[in-house]
């Protein structure tokens, strides 16, 4: 079955730089990726999807990118801001509309 | 709001008690999903409904789990003879299947079990 990978487990930026999050997924099926911000003691919110006939996407200050060939997807926040700080979740789905997620990436923005 | 609720958001029992969970999908939505997160890890798949039909289960819902979407629109989740290690977030999502988004899946802000 579906495997992803998340990297870094835990990130701290300055409020104003980057930030970056990498993710793998082992199922050459899979065609559909999210990306869920989960704030303390609320569910997952999606914030960014991108399938498999597209290699990036933007919104706003949110972008993500899709590497097929390497089964490696990145999202990337731009001028990052205290309310991003969250646990953003990375997820892969094959079409059967299972998604599997990665463990998380706890996302710090320092003052 | 006519998000995904979940009813209750905490419940708190004792080892060998059963308890249930409501969902309420997004009006409209067909696809109905359960998932469970334990801390410091990614939610991960239990079941999903279509319409009233259960269409898959994972290895992860034990015996001790039942689900069901009686009338295709809320979704119970029963866990009968609670153990300790079944203390974690219980995550409803719902989606709509030939919709404009296929596969979206949005969340509720789940029912979080502890079991002493």
């Known amino acids: 079955g579906e495997n992803v990978e998340q990297h870094p487990s835990t990130l701290s930026v300055q409020e104003g730089d980057s930030a970056v999050i990498k993710c793998t997924y082992s199922?050459?099926?899979?065609?559909?990726f999210p990306w869920y911000k989960q704030e303390l003691g609320k569910g997952p919110q999606l914030i960014i999807d991108i399938r498999s006939n597209v290699g990036e996407k933007k919104d706003q200050r949110i972008a993500v990118t899709l590497n097929k060939t390497a089964k490696h997807f990145s999202l990337h926040i731009t001028e990052t801001q205290p309310e991003d700080s969250a646990v953003y979740f990375c997820?892969?789905?094959?079409?059967?509309?299972?998604?599997?997620f990665g463990k998380g990436t706890r996302l710090h923005i320092l003052p | 709001d006519t998000g995904v609720s979940q009813d209750p958001r905490h419940k708190i029992t004792k080892r060998g008690q059963n308890v249930t969970f409501r969902c309420d999908p997004i009006?409209?939505?067909?696809?109905l999903y359960w998932y469970r997160q334990t801390l410091g890890q990614g939610p991960e798949f239990l079941t999903y409904f279509q319409n009233e039909a259960q269409l898959e289960k994972s290895r992860l819902l034990s015996d001790r789990f039942s689900a069901e979407r009686p009338k295709g629109s809320f979704s119970t989740l029963e866990i009968q003879r609670t153990e300790q290690g079944d203390s974690a977030m219980y995550l409803c999502?719902?989606?709509?299947?030939?919709?404009?988004?296929?596969?979206?899946?949005?969340f509720g802000p789940g029912t979080r079990l502890t079991v002493l």
């Open positions: 997820a892969a789905s094959s079409g059967d509309d299972k998604i599997i």
């Open positions: 199922d050459s099926a899979s065609n559909y």
């Open positions: 009006s409209e939505h067909n696809r």
């Open positions: 999502a719902s989606s709509l299947l030939g919709g404009g988004h296929t596969d979206t899946q949005y």
